[in-house]
């Protein structure tokens, strides 16, 4: 349907604390058609103003309320307005230090018409020109900020490296970067589970022209009226069947969404969440480690998903940082070389419990120059056939070889540990982990010949009383230290790629990638374990967990797509070998004191 950009909004000088205008159409040069948007900016005039922008899927006007009472009812007070959304900055605040705010719908969501495409090239280009407008409003400074979590955060690496005119300085809040390989397929397992609980709950619920929005208190009803079932699904790309349909990156669905973090010139301040361990942790890391930007800064934090990006503390860091770039106040020298700590880590030392925001808080912190930590040790710890993780490599005489049954699910987890001995003193892990293993699969008798492994890895740390420690997850579910996970048939490894490294193997994930996976034959495999950090103390234990499915700690994320993770393909056992030639290594990343 199309529509014609005409301006319905209207201005409120006098309800709020600040100005607010609705409905504001962004016209886009990228394509067909318009962005609609709300402005919220300060009242006094007199000086023109930076711009924070998001721009994503989960409704300008659905408020965060009604998106999401119980997280809402948690939010720091000072981030709370009548215009709080979802994983945006808050208008109250913000405008209250002399940002406008500009909150766009994503095209296809909210009132914004057009094709739902989500991290897609076109959507991207889409805000490209959104940044653009914001930088050349009468109100503006002709700067522009990206700031949010999540979806308003892995938006920001691609429309940074369009390098829009005006855009200033990026805050990605917990932002994965890498569409395949954080989001999507990890180790070229199809992460399924999670997108059709996102895509239900908070894409599709939004859709441009749905109709009954208004009746289940999920924003207002779409300004033009409501579409038919059929041209909603023709106004669609569905993230779970696009997702199914593809599995290598050079295929156009995948292809189209890659750029070059390189391309990223602006001040970057990622912030990574020790705990987000399936979705957006990897992004920040490889987006802060490959950003072509002069001024850069990684940070990490842990709590929940929803709330540490409004702690007080937090958003002190953030509104430094912009104030530094959008504001010309530099106060602690962010855009002075040298002057700020490029890393800055929380250590998760100690039993904070989970979903405990208050305890968290007491973790150290410590800034570095750099990641990874120039000084880390790598260190191998070797697996064995009776169960152990030990220092040296054993000396089998034999071969043996330790099996489990294929296709493990959550509920019936399928797995081995390998534990070490308690730490005789105070170990610190921090950065890139990788699993050298020896894995072979064989049918069931009687069943039919599987075609692949999937190998999922989980990092578990046993405090010194003997009970396992958790983290807070994405959702304040309890998680693990950290996981990996890696499909058998595309264990190819891209030596030659210049982001290859010893402890992050680079994998292409292409079409042509795909090895075979033949029963009986035994296959040497480098895991990659998403980065992490722990500090052991003296008494503690680390586990290597080895699994054919997905196992506490998975959340919400599982992988269980009876497509992707078929019995044809996967069923019967799955085997590590040990043996005079085959040695079982995990590479940890250790960092002795400074
Ligand atoms: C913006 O559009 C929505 C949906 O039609 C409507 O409820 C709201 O009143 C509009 N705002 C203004 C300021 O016109
Ligand atoms: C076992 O795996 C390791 C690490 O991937 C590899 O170096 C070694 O060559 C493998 N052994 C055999 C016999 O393939």
């Not at 009746?215 to 699904?233: C, K």
Request: with cysteine.
């Amino acid at each position: 349907m199309p529509v014609q950009p005409r301006d319905i909004s209207s201005i409120d000088r006098s309800s709020f604390a600040y100005i607010v205008e609705q409905n504001v159409s962004i016209p886009l040069k990228s394509s067909q058609g318009l962005v609609r948007c709300n402005v919220y900016r300060p009242k006094s005039e007199d000086n023109k103003c930076p711009v924070l922008v998001t721009y994503g899927p989960y409704g300008k006007d659905i408020p965060y309320k009604d998106f999401h009472a119980q997280s809402f009812s948690e939010v720091n007070q000072e981030h709370k307005s009548e215009h709080s959304a979802w994983e945006t900055p808050d208008p109250g605040y913000w405008t209250s230090h002399g940002y406008a705010v500009v909150r766009a719908d994503e095209r296809g969501l909210g009132q914004s018409p057009g094709v739902l495409d989500t991290m897609s090239k076109g959507t991207s280009e889409a805000f490209f020109d959104v940044v653009e407008w914001s930088s050349e409003q009468p109100w503006s400074n002709g700067k522009v900020g990206l700031l949010g979590i999540s979806y308003y955060a892995g938006s920001q690496w691609r429309v940074a490296a369009l390098q829009p005119k005006g855009l200033a300085a990026i805050v990605p809040w917990e932002g994965m970067s890498d569409y395949y390989r954080d989001r999507c397929r990890h180790g070229g397992i199809l992460s399924n589970a999670f997108i059709r609980f996102w895509w239900d709950r908070q894409v599709l619920s939004n859709q441009y022209g749905l109709p009954g929005r208004k009746a289940r208190n999920w924003g207002p009803d779409t300004i033009e009226g409501d579409l038919t079932a059929e041209e909603l699904e023709q106004n669609r790309r569905d993230q779970n069947v696009d997702n199914v349909e593809n599995q290598f990156r050079d295929q156009p669905y995948y292809a189209s969404k890659e750029y070059n973090l390189e391309d990223i010139r602006v001040p970057v301040l990622s912030v990574g969440n020790w705990g987000g361990i399936l979705l957006h942790l990897r992004g920040n890391i490889e987006g802060f480690t490959y950003a072509g930007s002069k001024f850069k800064y990684l940070r990490f934090c842990v709590g929940r998903h929803d709330l540490p990006f409004y702690y007080h503390e937090q958003v002190e860091m953030q509104r430094s940082f912009l104030d530094a770039f959008l504001h010309g106040d530099d106060r602690v020298g962010w855009s002075v070389e040298g002057q700020v700590a490029r890393v800055g880590l929380v250590l998760r030392k100690g039993d904070a419990g989970h979903n405990n925001p208050e305890a968290e808080k007491k973790f150290p912190t410590r800034e570095e120059e750099e990641w990874p930590i120039p000084r880390t040790l790598y260190t191998r710890f070797y697996l064995t056939d009776q169960l152990g993780l030990i220092n040296q490599k054993p000396a089998y005489k034999q071969t043996s070889k330790l099996t489990y049954k294929a296709l493990g699910t959550l509920r019936e987890p399928q797995l081995i540990q390998f534990t070490t001995a308690p730490m005789g003193k105070e170990v610190e892990i921090t950065g890139h982990i990788v699993a050298h293993l020896n894995v072979s699969m064989n049918a069931d008798i009687g069943g039919n010949v599987p075609t692949d492994i999937d190998l999922f890895l989980t990092l578990r740390h046993i405090g010194p009383s003997g009970r396992e420690v958790f983290y807070t997850g994405t959702a304040g579910d309890p998680v693990p230290l950290c996981k990996g996970w890696q499909r058998v048939s595309l264990r190819k490894v891209n030596v030659d790629h210049h982001r290859h490294r010893p402890y992050l193997p680079y994998r292409d994930y292409f079409s042509n990638s795909v090895l075979p996976v033949l029963p009986g034959e035994v296959y040497p495999v480098d895991v990659e374990v998403w980065p992490t950090n722990v500090v052991l103390e003296p008494g503690a234990q680390l586990v290597l967990e080895i699994s054919s499915g997905d196992t506490q700690g998975c959340g919400t994320f599982q992988h269980n797509s009876p497509v992707d993770r078929s019995d044809q393909k996967l069923a019967g056992k799955n085997n590590i070998h040990f043996g005079p030639k085959y040695v079982n290594h995990l590479t940890l990343p250790i960092i002795p004191p400074k």
